[in-house]
């Protein structure tokens, strides 16, 4: 929701920031690789119990997520390479992440509560690969209540409240199976339309039509002839 609705908008803000960082020498991959780094560094963070700590790095990772592309357009290398590896970088992160708070909750309450994470990161690594899928394909499927900007915002929040972290990780794991199903759903209505039929232009059809009378015309001209030099 955040994704489609903001990050156009904040996108186009950080513009100016991202022309001046450009102009330092640092690129976009040196900002997504930024990024892999904090997200490891909170995953480990988070893991080691300290949850305030590990938010704050959470938000650190998040900034050069959010650079990189204004980075990328100011210095016009924004390309598929790019995307790919900002993609890539931002499931990794999310792994790390959520391998944190799985470690954090094996330490501090153990049992299965400590799969809970995973099953969050199961769900929204089945969002991401929809839309991926969705778009090599020709269809749209973005959009949902649940995803990634949400999925921060949450986790945060429960890394702020730890003893809120267990029933916000049920939330995100409801949501972001939810908007699973929302996109496969889009997917499949617009899969399901039949195709539109293309019909011909309309310019071969007139010379068509025209070289068919102008033929006619001839053999017409050409009895006219025989008849005329019978005696």
Request: charged share 20%; no cysteine; net charge positive.
């Amino acid at each position: 929701m955040f994704d489609g609705r903001f990050r156009t908008n904040i996108e186009q803000g950080l513009k100016p920031v991202g022309a001046n960082l450009r102009k330092t020498g640092i690129s976009a991959d040196h900002l997504t690789v930024l990024g892999i780094i904090m997200a490891t560094a909170a995953a480990v963070t988070i893991g080691a119990g300290f949850l305030r700590a590990g938010l704050l790095l959470l938000a650190l990772a998040g900034v050069p997520d959010l650079l990189d592309g204004a980075v990328a357009k100011a210095s016009g290398t924004a390309s598929t390479r790019g995307a790919f590896f900002d993609s890539v970088a931002d499931r990794l992160s999310d792994a790390l992440l959520f391998g944190g708070v799985a470690w954090y909750l094996q330490t501090n309450n153990g049992g299965r509560i400590a799969l809970l994470p995973y099953a969050v990161f199961a769900a929204a690594a089945l969002v991401s690969y929809q839309r991926a899928k969705a778009d090599a394909l020709g269809f749209d499927a973005r959009g949902g209540l649940m995803e990634r900007a949400e999925r921060f915002i949450l986790l945060g929040l429960g890394l702020l409240f730890s003893e809120l972290l267990i029933a916000v990780l049920w939330v995100m794991l409801v949501a972001t199976s939810g908007t699973a199903v929302y996109r496969f759903v889009k997917v499949w209505r617009q899969a399901d339309r039949p195709p539109t039929p293309t019909r011909p232009p309309t310019r071969t059809r007139r010379r068509r039509t025209g070289t068919t009378r102008s033929m006619a015309d001839r053999r017409v001209a050409w009895r006219e002839r025989v008849r005329s030099r019978r005696p």
